[in-house]
């Protein structure tokens, strides 16, 4: 079977319970009373909050990217609080919504856009992305996110498992979301490293590999090549090191909505609430 059905074929059913998980864990909260719509459903509610937040972004734009920024993603009141906590948090955070945009941009451009430009002569810039002045640029950035959000969930594994402050407390499921991210970090590292150690791979066209580049042979791709370097002498099936990797990446896809990962999402919410409501 063709590769990419199996991945479109894994996918599909993860996006759904992904965004079905989503929604029941909304419409939990959407149970609570709201001012002028108390007794309209779940999803009258939504759309009312979703209009209301759409009107109030747009009255000052500017003052919630400032929220977002600042509060959100750099946790500016969690600063204050406890450094190191600080610094585990921006890193994972920063480094997830980084490394997420960066991936994006880098999967539609040298995945569709390569495709379709031939077919399409007008998408021919594409290739820059691929193998023009563009790829290093994506390969490091994307490189460095990863990086930040491996030694986050390094720090959070120290904080919780070594300093143990007093008044934190550790559940199953803290375990469980930490060792999922350094699964997931360390499995994508070793999946470069196997790439650029083994040209073949690229060669060959396996799934796991696009075409990789001779910016992925220095220190641009740092983590990459690093593990290149003792990958040479090392054969491994290369699909199944994909499916080693994809097939947890998809599960812990669908784990976030039942998860605390779900502040990811909640907490920008809750924090530009408030400073709405102070403001």
Partial sequence: MDKHLIFYAMFIPTVLLFFWGMWFRISLY??????????????????????????????????????????????RKLFGQSFFRWLSHTLLVFGFVATFVVDMIKGFTTGYLVEWSRTIPALSFAHAFETGSLRPFLDFFLEFFSFLILIGCVLAMVRRFVLRPSQLRTEEEDITTLIFILFLELSGFFIEGYRIAHPEVVAGRVYLA??????????????????????????????????????????????????????????????????????
């Fill in 30 to 75: 959407l149970q609570g009373t709201l001012q002028g719509a108390e007794r309209a459903p779940a999803g009258r509610k939504l759309n009312i909050l979703l209009k209301r937040g759409w009107r109030a972004f747009w009255i000052d734009p500017f003052w919630y990217l400032k929220v977002l920024i600042g509060d959100v993603i750099f946790h």
């Fill in 210 to 279: 696009n075409f990789t580049p001779e910016s992925a042979n220095n220190w641009l791709s740092f983590g990459g090549y690093f593990l290149s370097l003792f990958l040479r002498e090392i054969k491994i099936d290369a699909d199944f090191l994909w499916y080693f990797h994809v097939v947890p990446s998809l599960i812990w896809f669908i784990y976030i909505p039942h998860s605390k990962l779900l502040h990811i999402f909640t907490s920008s919410v809750t924090v530009i609430a408030d400073r709405s409501k102070h403001k």
